[in-house]
């Protein structure tokens, strides 16, 4: 059995977010990106089966410009066997992702595709869903738990959802997006990292895959992105009656 983990290049979850002067997007130059948290506990999952003996290859991949392979080089080191990097230089849409990725699962024939949820710079939580549909694969998202079942290929999967958990059970082929409470991510020691430097990382581009610019063209444009607005703030009060008379004109309108 043959997994394959798909991780994205982001800006990191302590670093503060501006908005580039244009309003077209955020300011990505200069700033310090990470692996998305939710793709690094997909990895950590994925590498516990292979421990376990349930996978026997761990794949990493990753979309994106020239400094996409610097979070690759980080999974090989946490214990991936190889990775891929879909090399381009264009931002690219969830649908854009989901087509290369599908490409990539036919081509390395995986049996299960992991991945975070969402990532935490536009938190679309698309890609996933997008894949099952391209693959026609059964999808389980949001896991919060995986246990393997005694049936051949059939996993039993807990999930998050509004009301609390749902527990499915799905076989592979199939999707599963992570959530955050599955596991915690191992730290790469030195030994790793060192051995990370020999394993293979693949560069891959639209021609290795069948695909053409027109096939992962952009589905929509962002227009604008503005900042959230700051909050104003509070007063303190020295009384009830105090705090009504602040009150009635607000309940008023």
């Not at 590498?47 to 400094?67: L, M, N, P, T, Y």
């Not at 430097?197 to 444009?221: E, F, H, M, N, Q």
Request: a positive charge.
């Amino acid at each position: 059995m043959k997994a394959l983990v798909a991780c994205k290049r982001v800006i990191d979850y302590a670093v503060k977010i501006r908005v580039r002067p244009d309003g077209k997007g955020v300011q990505k130059d200069g700033v310090k990106h990470s692996i998305n948290p939710f793709d690094e506990i997909a990895i950590e999952e994925a590498i516990r089966w292979r421990e376990q003996g349930k996978v026997k290859e761990v794949i990493a991949v990753s979309c994106g410009d020239e400094k996409a392979p610097d979070i690759l080089k980080t999974v090989l080191a946490m214990g991936a066997d190889r990775a891929i990097h879909f090399a381009d230089p264009e931002e690219l849409t969830p649908l854009a992702v989901a087509k290369i990725l599908s490409k990539i699962v036919v081509k390395e024939k995986a049996d299960v595709v992991m991945l975070g949820k969402q990532a935490i710079d536009d938190d679309s939580g698309q890609v996933g869903q997008f894949l099952g549909g391209l693959l026609g694969w059964p999808q389980a998202c949001f896991a919060s738990k995986c246990e393997w079942t005694d049936k051949e290929g059939v996993m039993r999967v807990t999930r998050e959802v509004d009301g609390g958990l749902e527990t499915i059970s799905v076989r592979f082929p199939a999707i599963i997006t992570v959530d955050l409470r599955l596991n915690e991510p191992r730290y790469a020691t030195l030994q790793n990292i060192m051995k990370a430097k020999s394993k293979p990382l693949a560069k891959i581009g639209l021609v290795d895959l069948g695909l053409t610019r027109d096939d992962i063209k952009p589905d929509y444009i962002v227009t604008k992105v503005e900042p959230p607005k700051q909050r104003q703030g509070g007063i303190i009060l020295s009384s009830v009656d105090e705090l009504v008379a602040k009150l009635k004109p607000v309940l008023k309108e």
